[in-house]
């Protein structure tokens, strides 16, 4: 069975637009996928739909068999993290640890399995020396890290990424590629950065107003002209 199954998904806003109109499609256990195009397409809409944190105007999502509904939702965070594309958005601890550690304590953990995931977390990205540093003293690129930490110590069986290299010089892109490469988790990559997901992802899903364009392999999508045409990318 999918690890993700979403079924004519729609959404509208209080103001009329509507965001997404019947999306259905399926993640895999091992599937990184990207999700592009142009601005308004609903990305953003889509992942927030996802993670429960806006609920769908129509439609159905399951993960891992459990239905997206306001009762389930402690359980369904807990199989989905979510790295936002400003990562101010999710550091606001003294620390770096506290921040990686945040979920952790919510979650009632015991302090030695705290410490002992939050540094394994922090040694998977390679950013040890930054624990004890605020966020406020980090460069874009280590927060963006630290973010991706602070999803990862939760072992989540999927990962949303919206516009993960939106704040990363070339360097640090590369590090990130590699990071995503080394993941267990299923990954959901909103994006407007084609290189990125023509370098890690197995399928590509394409959005244009709210409407699924194409679910497919990088190499057909990116090959139709017609359909880059369509979908502004």
Do not use: W
Request: contains cysteine; hydrophobic residues 45%.
């Amino acid at each position: 069975m999918a690890l993700l199954i979403a079924e004519n998904l729609c959404y509208t806003y209080p103001n009329g637009l509507r965001a997404l109109d019947g999306v259905s499609f399926s993640i895999e256990k091992t599937d990184c996928i990207g999700l592009v195009g142009g601005n308004g397409a609903g990305k953003s809409t889509l992942l927030f739909v996802l993670c429960g944190l806006i609920v769908p105007t129509s439609g159905t999502v399951t993960i891992d068999g459990v239905p997206l509904k306001k009762e389930n939702l402690a359980l369904i965070r807990s199989m989905i993290g979510m790295v936002f594309q400003n990562p101010d958005d999710q550091l606001f601890m003294p620390t770096i640890y506290d921040d990686v550690a945040f979920g952790l304590q919510n979650r009632g953990y015991a302090p030695e399995v705290i410490d002992q995931k939050v540094c394994q977390a922090l040694r998977h990205l390679n950013i040890e020396h930054l624990a004890d540093r605020p966020p406020y003293r980090l460069s874009g690129g280590e927060k963006r890290s630290a973010a991706i930490a602070t999803v990862l110590s939760m072992d989540p069986h999927l990962i949303l990424f919206d516009e993960p290299t939106a704040f990363l010089d070339p360097r640090n892109k590369r590090n990130f590629i590699h990071l995503l490469r080394s993941m267990v988790a299923a990954r959901l990559i909103a994006t407007h950065d084609i290189d990125l997901v023509s370098r890690t992802c197995n399928r590509i899903l394409v959005l244009k107003n709210g409407i699924l364009l194409a679910d497919d392999a990088p190499a057909s999508v990116f090959s139709n002209e017609r359909l880059m045409e369509q979908a502004e990318l």
